[in-house]
């Protein structure tokens, strides 16, 4: 903690669904002493930015209830208030759905130190972080990072339905290779994109031996990145070298490069896990819903070309034969978009697998956003997303978590191939 006030306090609240309530205080720390810390430091190299803070103070999470928390810090004055997001992760996850917090892509897009992987302090992309730490409070959403946009929504929703939860992270899911054996469903929330090889490879053995796939977001899984060590421990670091992944240290010591999936020298498109791939940035369009009779979006009330503004954005992905792709695999929603001149279609599509294992991608990023909403839309708050779009994502949701809190849904539920219908030629299924 920084700050120039004389005193704070810590308070943990737990985030679900609490009759109506959205957290649950569990715990609260005495007034702690303030400390008014160093500014960041910028690794020359890397350009990574670091907090060279010293620990102010330790939270015991000794039986806490597993899941997401925010912890509150006041100062004791009132005057200033941040977060930090903590996952207290499950122990085992047999049997229960698993809800993924997107760590590293939170931190990938953290500018605190005016430094991430995407611009640098000259607020230009040649001088980006090529890494990034844990070790630094997040800038944006008031300290949550990307939690309270992409995640808290579906976490709400999820609780309220009762069913068996387990949580955990990215970096968890990386570090455990058995952590998802056994577990009904994996939950991918709204904006999941960088992962390591090793989450990628766990996440791909629990599928295929029947783990269910729940991608809510867009752009999953498209960067792939490598864990460094830092001073206060294993896998503190973000390594994502991307254009410039030959110039990365770890690289030419023999570990995959740092760079998209999809790219040489190391090939491994998302779609081979997803079923749909990464499309483009930015977009604005109506998501409309091409297959109406379709289990996942019963009682939704939506009808064939029934279209719901705004709901495709700012990624999307779509179904794209030049790219390997499971089969059969079945179009619910096919949204024309038009990204930066280039006409295309967003998908949402429902697969299943030998294993017996089903997977549902919605194609946008705005899917968890609307899960809240309720009213006529804002752009300025939630990009003009309207009740009707609250309403259609809800039930789906609620149909693909219901369905997938069984292990191997595809088995009682298999896809029914219709990528004909919305392609139609094979050349024309793979035109990108």
Not at 21 to 50: F, I, K
Not at 131 to 156: K, N
Request: overall charge neutral; proline content about 7%; charged content about 20%.
């Amino acid at each position: 903690m920084s700050t120039t006030a004389a005193f704070y306090t810590v308070s943990a609240y737990r985030m679900g669904w609490y009759a109506g309530a959205r957290a649950r205080l569990v715990w609260r720390s005495a007034p702690l002493p303030g400390l008014l810390q160093p500014t960041a430091t910028l690794q020359p190299t890397t350009r990574m930015a670091c907090a060279e803070w010293q620990q102010t103070a330790t939270v015991d999470t000794t039986n806490w209830p597993e899941g997401s928390y925010l912890l509150r810090l006041d100062t004791q004055d009132g005057r200033a208030q941040r977060f930090v997001p903590v996952t207290v992760r499950s122990l085992w996850m047999e049997g229960r759905t698993v809800v993924v917090n997107s760590v590293a892509t939170w931190q990938a897009y953290n500018r605190w130190g005016d430094a991430d992987l995407y611009k640098g302090t000259t607020g230009r992309k040649r001088s980006r972080s090529l890494q990034v730490t844990f070790d630094r409070p997040y800038a944006s959403r008031h300290g949550a990072g990307q939690f309270l946009v992409y995640e808290a929504p579906l976490i709400a929703l999820i609780e309220r339905m009762g069913l068996p939860l387990a949580y955990a992270t990215g970096l968890d899911v990386a570090q455990c290779p058995g952590l998802l054996q056994g577990a009904a469903s994996m939950i991918s929330l709204g904006h999941d994109e960088y992962w390591s090889p090793e989450q990628r490879q766990h996440v791909t053995q629990a599928r295929d031996t029947g783990t269910n796939l729940a991608v809510l977001g867009a752009n999953c899984c498209y960067r792939r990145i490598r864990y460094d060590a830092s001073p206060t421990g294993p896998d503190r670091v973000m390594v994502c070298y991307k254009d410039d992944w030959a110039k990365d240290p770890g690289y030419q010591r023999g570990c995959p490069p740092t760079n998209d999936f999809r790219r040489a020298p190391s090939p491994d498109p998302e779609s081979s896990l997803l079923g749909v791939i990464y499309d483009g940035y930015p977009v604005d369009a109506p998501y409309v819903v091409s297959q109406p009779e379709h289990w996942l979006l019963a009682g939704s009330g939506a009808r064939a070309g029934d279209s719901f503004p705004h709901l495709v954005g700012v990624e999307f992905d779509r179904v794209n034969l030049a790219y390997p792709t499971p089969r059969p695999i079945e179009i619910l929603a096919h949204s024309p978009v038009v990204c930066k001149g280039r006409p295309s279609h967003a998908d949402t599509a429902y697969l299943t697998l030998p294993s017996g294992a089903a997977v549902f991608a919605t194609g946008t990023m705005r899917w968890v956003e609307a899960l809240d909403a309720d009213g006529p839309g804002d752009k300025k708050v939630n990009h003009g997303l309207d009740e009707r779009a609250g309403h259609f994502t809800r039930t789906v949701t609620m149909n693909v978590l219901q369905a997938f809190s069984r292990r191997a849904a595809g088995r009682i539920r298999p896809a029914h191939d219709n990528l004909a219908d919305h392609y139609g030629t094979p050349a024309a299924m793979s035109s990108t």
